[in-house]
């Protein structure tokens, strides 16, 4: 209980970051986010494959 009544809120104003790390920082991002999304496109053509040839015959009839 004692710990409920010490807590506080803090509000973040700004935060001071140099260029060069921030630009460091995006461009790891950017390197990080390849093998995401060929991850995600191989299991959305993955996904793709299975639906496409569940319903590939369901207008001949």
């Known amino acids: ?3 409920e009544m010490n807590k506080s809120e803090v ?3 700004d ?3 140099p ?3 921030m630009v460091v920082l995006m ?3 950017a ?3 390849i093998p995401a999304l060929l ?3 191989v299991i959305f ?3 793709s494959m299975i639906f496409g040839g569940f319903f590939h015959g369901m207008g001949r009839f």
Do not use: N, P
């Open 11 to 13: 509000t973040v104003v």
């Open 31 to 33: 390197v990080a986010s």
């Open 27 to 29: 461009v790891k991002f």
């Open 19 to 21: 260029f060069m790390s």
């Open 45 to 47: 053509g993955l996904v």
């Open 39 to 41: 991850i995600i496109s």
């Open 1 to 3: 209980m004692s710990d």
């Open 15 to 17: 935060v001071k970051i």
